[in-house]
């Protein structure tokens, strides 16, 4: 029977990348996985869904070629090639997923495949073997919802109803695509098929999508899905699905809507399983930790998406790191309101900290400042300039409270903000800190000069 400092169950950007900071740390680890190591982003999730992503995109640059002095005689020549593409995600994945193999190897970590059951808070089986070990880190993730509609299972069970991970393989580019959820997997899905010619459906119970973004951001997101022949029924309710058919009411109006695939995008659910025996406190969320991630049983720590905080690689990777410092000695905590979040849409959204919404209904005193990409040379140059930046201050000492960024690389560059967060900066370091140009980037340093006085590229 072997013995260990730390077990973690779940390979994904949780898991591994706490397995790799223990053995740094020079704890002896053992990471458990069932399927594939890198978890869900790296193998189903992130990474495969980016990659096509910019197929997409290279697919409709080239649909809008004469626009940058490029003249396509004949653009029915320009054909999506579906295979080609799924075969080059495929690539991607296996060479991240062979590169964290790798790497774990390296640094020492033990790995085996399979199962693992927790018989308590010391004891992991798996495979009939049985480890024990002085701490527990749980890492199992979520898994997709197949709500109790009438006739959901059986759609899915014959292949019309698709979850996040099964269209990532699907035999073809439909002609026509119903996603129920207007959440971000289903938008960045809506946004990928709808560059490929897809006639695109989102049905969304909620009054608006994207209900966590700020409102200015999500107004203008939305004229651009639109613009790009996304269809979007909010106040809509799915009753039944028939095979293909999704039968649901819009405003009072009943409605069936046919379909070459409906992707079901309405959220997770913790991956639970194994873990009965240590009786862990839960919500309908997923396990309850602290800002150590600590739960209530003492030496067992919960990550990622099974603790149900913010379903994203990042802040599954940040907990892990948290968690191993704690387990190592050395008092570390997770700061939830300096988390970014992405959307990977054409253009980007990406986000930190307090919306507008969110400052007022916390009475705070606050300024903002916007910029458009319309006045920023690198953007025009580009043929990138839809967008803009928005930046949220505390009136006092115009300290950065929220940044939220709808532009091409938006996702890239909201690290300057959580890192001008972190080190709780105000407007005034990011007007003085030197942008280099031309560069996307500028739009920050332009926006903050606009909180503090008035930008210097717009009137």
Sequence with gaps: MKNYDIVIIGSGPGGYVAAIKAKQLGAS???????????????????????????????????HAEEYGIKITDKSMIQIDWPAMLKRKESVVKRLTGGIKMLLDKNGVDIIKGFGRAVDANTVVVNGETFKTKNIIVATGASPIIPPIEGAKESYEKGFTLTAKEILDAKRVPKKLAIIGGGVIGIEFA????????????????????????????????????????KIMTESEVTKIKDNTVFFTNKGKNIELEAGFILMSVGTRPNMGGLEALQLSTSRAGILTNEKMETNVKNVYAIGDVNGKFMLAHVASAEGIVAVEN??????????KRVPACIYGFPEIASVGLTEREAKEKEIRYKTSKFPLS????????????GFIKIIVDDEFQEVIGMHILAVNATDMIAEAVTTMELEGTAHELAKAIHPHPTLSEIVMEAAHGVIDKAIHIM
């Design 29 to 63: 680890v053992l990471l458990i996985e069932k399927e594939d190591i890198g978890g869900v982003c790296l193998n189903w999730g992130c990474i495969p869904t980016k990659a096509l992503l910019k197929s997409a995109k290279v697919f409709r640059t080239f649909m």
């Design 191 to 230: 946004t990928m098929f709808a560059a490929l010619g897809t006639e695109v459906t989102i049905i969304e119970k909620a009054s608006n999508i994207l209900m966590s973004i700020d409102d200015e951001i999500r107004s203008a997101f939305i004229k651009i899905l639109i613009r790009e022949n996304v």
């Design 327 to 336: 387990i190592m000695g050395k008092t570390s905590d997770l700061d939830y």
């Design 375 to 386: 006045a920023n040379g690198k953007a025009l140059a580009e043929g990138e300039s839809e």
